[in-house]
């Protein structure tokens, strides 16, 4: 099976520009991320997808597979996709399975990458997961830079949302205060499809591509995971994140 594992990487963020290059503890986010996920032993190979010539000048430099894609998308799946299809037509190998690492998890671990893999792995009928988190704290579920989830019985998403839900104010102190890890493998041919979708009502709501899969009647099994991560949309956030990778065991690996 052919698994590659493909990072979106854009330096326009509107919360954070410039963030894929953000320094952390002497290396670019982005390159945390790219080396991470190479460790993954699941993974055939990893590969940078940005519209932006210094990130793929970074690449070159460090020795990093990138990929030139389109300036014109809004979501990382899009960008994701035509990553995918250019790396096919360059190797001459059909994907199998294709897994979206967010430029911004520079805390992404391989086992996080295996995890995320396993439920597809061994159900052939999945076409996406999700991992899910539980978060640090009361502040963390308020904060709308963190999608949070609510999962049925069976692990499967209900709904994302980066309101805090499930709701605390109806006397209930102690909910499941859990957020997704954009860590997100995707069946080659689902992605596809799923690109080929209008934006949902609720996804633009929410701001979050997951919501058009449920929109529409699919399924997003969510795969917890107990490391503590976080993702990095701010510069408060880059400031978290660089404490907490501080004594950071994998950055003795490839630093």
């Known amino acids: 099976m052919n698994i590659i594992a493909v990072i979106p990487a854009r330096m326009g963020s509107s919360r954070f520009p410039g963030k894929p290059l953000a ?12 080396l991470r996920t190479a460790m993954c032993r699941a993974i055939a190979s990893t590969y940078i997808a940005t519209c932006d010539d210094v990130i793929m000048e970074y690449a070159a430099i460090r020795g990093l597979t990138a990929v030139m894609t389109s300036d014109a998308h809004t979501r990382c799946t899009d960008r994701t996709a035509e990553a995918m299809l250019t790396i096919e037509k360059t190797t001459g190998k059909r994907v199998d399975i294709v897994v979206m690492v967010q430029g911004d998890e520079p805390m992404v671990t391989p086992g996080m990458i295996d995890a995320a893999l396993a439920p597809m792995l061994k159900d052939p009928d999945l076409q996406v997961v999700n ?25 499967n998403a209900l709904y994302f949302s980066r309101e805090p839900v499930p709701s605390r104010k109806k006397g209930c102190p102690h909910v499941p205060m859990r957020k997704q890890v954009c860590i997100i493998p995707f069946r080659r041919d689902f992605l596809l499809e799923f690109n080929s979708l209008p934006e949902s ?6 701001s979050v591509d997951m919501m058009r899969i449920l929109e529409n009647g699919g399924r997003v099994r969510m795969a917890p995971i107990s490391e503590r991560t976080l993702s990095v949309d701010t510069p408060d956030d880059l400031r978290r994140v660089k404490e907490l990778m501080k004594n950071d065991p994998l950055r003795a690996l490839y630093g």
């Open 201 to 206: 009502p609720l996804e633009i709501i929410e």
């Open 23 to 34: 320094d952390i503890h002497g290396i670019p986010m982005v390159g945390h991320v790219a």
């Open 131 to 155: 991992l899910m988190a539980d978060m640090a704290d009361e502040t963390e579920f308020e904060d709308p830079a963190e999608v949070k989830v609510v999962t049925d019985l069976a692990g």
